[in-house]
């Protein structure tokens, strides 16, 4: 599967934004997706990730409030909606696939993006 991300940028503090996801390569309803971050210094950190129909979503306890992730099989497409930026969520966020089962964990996921730069600016 290969996974590009769109939708990075600068925003300003209190906005929001909407990444997108495209995958291609393989059938994407097979794959949970999963999104993730890393910031400068930082390790990669899960966000939130979705199953393969869809009908089951999961969050990091720190963003569950702001962020909302969503597919759409019949496209290849996967998002990321957040709300309420802050300065600290800058950070270059990626999209992932997993064959598996939905998780968390980083080594689930067998596809990676290439990521794409979010800076929120205060």
């Known amino acids: 599967v290969q996974l590009v991300e769109s939708g990075g940028g600068l925003v300003q503090a209190g906005g929001s934004l909407r990444l997108h996801c495209a995958a291609s390569?393989?059938?994407?309803?097979?794959?949970?997706m999963g999104w993730f971050r890393q910031a400068p210094g930082k390790e990669r950190e899960f966000l939130g990730g979705?199953?393969?129909?869809?009908?089951?979503?999961f969050y990091a306890e720190f963003v569950k409030d702001r962020a909302t992730v969503s597919r759409d099989n019949a496209k290849n497409l996967v998002y990321l909606q957040m709300n309420s930026l802050k300065p600290e969520d800058t950070a270059v966020y990626y999209c992932?696939?997993?064959?598996?089962?939905?998780?968390?964990?980083?080594?689930?996921?067998?596809?990676w993006g290439q990521g794409t730069q979010v800076t929120v600016s205060s």
């Open positions: 992932a696939a997993s064959s598996g089962r939905l998780s968390s964990l980083i080594r689930e996921y067998e596809y």
């Open positions: 390569g393989r059938t994407f309803s097979n794959y949970v």
């Open positions: 979705i199953s393969k129909s869809g009908g089951s979503r």
